[in-house]
């Protein structure tokens, strides 16, 4: 374990309007000892240039003037060019400098999602994660429960994540990709992760063939196209990738198990995921992801808090 202090201090102002506790939190997200979340903070490990680093992220502001406390943890100062670096990294993954003020004026009298809008005025999308943890991540999401994935998620970081303590906090960070390649994968079978142990060593060697930083710059169809080479990568996951990991308002494929949830949440009688898709076109046109993402995050933090029964339900991996 890496016992790291605190190098760098600054002062982040977010594009208002900005909420912070709904813009680095998402309560559908499962458990893991890679990020620690309460009320105005945040801490998260993050591996950047091959150094990896503590962050610590305070809220400071208002929704309509935002201002982040940010603390960075290593084991030696950082230099001043790669704190620019990082900074720029964060404000893509995070979003800081993203202006949705125009969006939320065009919906704000929506009588489908106008109210939850304006309880979550200043929601940012997020991903903590970069392109390979967040492949990582959703290979131990595949095909089980909760309870399942955070074991097979606590095993595997225990035997090859690093691990870090930073204001008192212990955390750690997704294994690297050269890591991985030399386990075979017989030793990762043992720690009872199943198929999945293929798809980590397979969709590791795709990951190394791209550069993640230089795809951020293609049209989304040639993007699209660079994701689907990753093994295990789909239509459905890649539209979770394209919007999560790379800011695109892509919504492109409903699940199934979706479009019983959106079809609550937008108060339809159909669960067909083709009419539902029709009518957020008609309805939110290039908008539908982001109304979607706001009528996910509050059911989800209503579901947090109140245990929704049909949410639970309809859930694939509750």
Same mark, same amino acid.
């Given at each position: ?19 912070? %506790? +709904? ?6 997200? =499962?458990?893991?000892?890679?990020? #620690?979340? $309460?009320?105005? !903070? @945040?801490?998260f ?15 400071q ?29 964060? %404000? +893509? ?6 202006? =949705?003020?125009?969006?939320?004026? #065009?919906? $704000?009298?929506? !009588? @489908? ?22 492949l990582?991540?959703?290979i ?30 212990e955390?750690?960070?997704?294994? #690297?990709? $050269? ?98 898709m ?41």
């Amino acid at each position: 374990m890496k016992k790291l202090k605190l190098v760098h201090t600054t002062t982040i102002h977010p594009q208002p309007p900005y909420n912070f %506790d +709904y813009s680095v939190h998402n309560p559908s997200h =499962y458990p893991t000892p890679l990020s #620690k979340w $309460e009320q105005g !903070k @945040l801490w998260f490990s993050f591996r950047f240039k091959d150094k990896l680093i503590g962050i610590k992220l305070e809220n400071q502001g208002t929704i309509s003037k935002p201002k982040i406390k940010a603390g960075f943890y290593h084991e030696s100062k950082l230099d001043d060019e790669y704190v620019v670096f990082l900074l720029k990294e964060m %404000d +893509y993954r995070f979003e800081f400098k993203q202006d =949705y003020s125009e969006f939320y004026k #065009k919906f $704000e009298k929506d !009588k @489908l999602i106008g109210k939850v809008l304006k309880k979550f005025k200043g929601m940012h999308n997020f991903c903590i994660e970069g392109l390979y943890e967040y492949l990582m991540i959703a290979i131990l999401l595949q095909n089980a429960n909760i309870k399942r994935t955070v074991q097979m998620t606590n095993a595997m970081l225990q035997n090859y994540g690093d691990k870090i303590e930073f204001d008192s906090l212990e955390l750690y960070s997704i294994w #690297k990709p $050269e890591r991985i390649l030399k386990v075979p994968e017989e030793e990762l079978r043992a720690l009872k992760v199943g198929y999945r142990a293929k798809s980590f060593l397979r969709a590791t060697k795709d990951y190394i063939k791209l550069n993640e930083f230089l795809i951020r710059e293609l049209r989304d169809s040639e993007l699209r196209k660079e994701l689907l080479k990753i093994y295990g990568v789909g239509p459905a996951s890649v539209d979770y990738i394209m919007t999560g990991v790379y800011h695109r308002s892509i919504l492109n494929t409903i699940m199934p198990w979706e479009a019983k949830i959106y079809s609550r949440l937008l108060g339809l009688k159909t669960t067909d995921p083709k009419q539902i898709m029709v009518f957020l076109d008609k309805r939110y046109g290039e908008h539908k992801s982001q109304v979607i993402g706001h009528l996910f995050m509050d059911i989800s933090w209503k579901h947090k808090y109140e245990k929704v029964e049909w949410m639970e339900k309809l859930l694939p991996y509750a």
